[in-house]
């Protein structure tokens, strides 16, 4: 059972596709004809060149919407597609979950013909992240044990070109930062249950965590102290966009 076939099951509904951040991985793309979707999950940013997505939660392929790409239950470590099956392959928001990275590394290079896009994040800008500095810490020991750093990632590419992912004050895909700017939104139960970080720890823990931040928020406190984020249209939280060309 992957860790998606236990909190995935309102995922489609809290994780809906940025147009803004669909763009970027568009153009890293650039004119790849056919793509490999790894860890595709519901589909989110798969774009209409998808030849074939991989994933192995049920659950999560049961939410795949009409006239999606043809998906195939399995794991990044062992794709069950041929040599140079695609121009491209990508894996988005996906690394953090696989149990063999450099297996699964090697696997996206050996099915794209010509370049591999991964979106992930660096954990030593995200750790920073006021949301877990200052309230869920345990999130943030959590990412510290699963997030991949960077530069691995760069040296298992054979190198990459790295490009920040700048968040929108609105983005309407619930990921860890999506709410930078809008702290009530952890407070919603559709959105915790599309967060890994909040759906993978104890509720002993996240709930407590998101009672002093909704004492905060009605106190004026938050505000207070993040009155600097209110005016900005878009926030580094760490996410970034790996492009390999083969």
């Not at 509904?13 to 763009?23: G, I």
């Not at 049961?62 to 491209?88: H, K, N, T």
């Not at 700048?166 to 967060?195: K, S």
């Amino acid at each position: 059972m992957t860790v998606y076939d236990q909190i995935g099951r309102t995922y489609r509904a809290a994780r809906r596709p940025d147009p803004r951040l669909d763009d970027q991985i568009t153009a890293a793309l650039g004119d790849a004809a056919t793509v490999v979707n790894v860890g595709a999950g519901t589909g989110s940013y798969e774009p209409p060149a998808t030849l074939i997505a991989v994933e192995p939660s049920t659950v999560m392929i049961a939410q795949r919407p009409p006239g999606s790409a043809p998906v195939v239950r399995a794991r990044a470590e062992a794709l069950p597609l041929a040599d140079g099956v695609a121009d491209a392959a990508m894996a988005i928001l996906t690394v953090h979950h696989w149990t063999d990275l450099a297996a699964g590394i090697a696997e996206l290079r050996r099915v794209a013909r010509r370049r591999v896009v991964i979106l992930t994040w660096d954990q030593e800008l995200t750790r920073d992240y006021w949301f877990l500095r200052e309230y869920l810490p345990e999130g943030a020991a959590l990412d510290d044990a699963r997030a991949v750093p960077i530069a691995d990632l760069v040296r298992l590419l054979g190198g990459a070109r790295v490009e920040p992912v700048p968040i929108p004050h609105n983005c309407t895909d619930g990921f860890g930062a999506a709410y930078w700017r809008r702290p009530e939104g952890y407070l919603d139960p559709m959105v915790q249950a599309g967060m890994s970080v909040l759906a993978q720890l104890d509720q002993s823990i996240v709930r407590p965590a998101l009672d002093r931040l909704a004492a905060d928020l009605e106190s004026g406190r938050w505000h207070e102290r993040h009155r600097d984020l209110l005016g900005m249209e878009e926030y580094d939280a760490g996410y970034r966009l790996l492009v390999a060309d083969l």
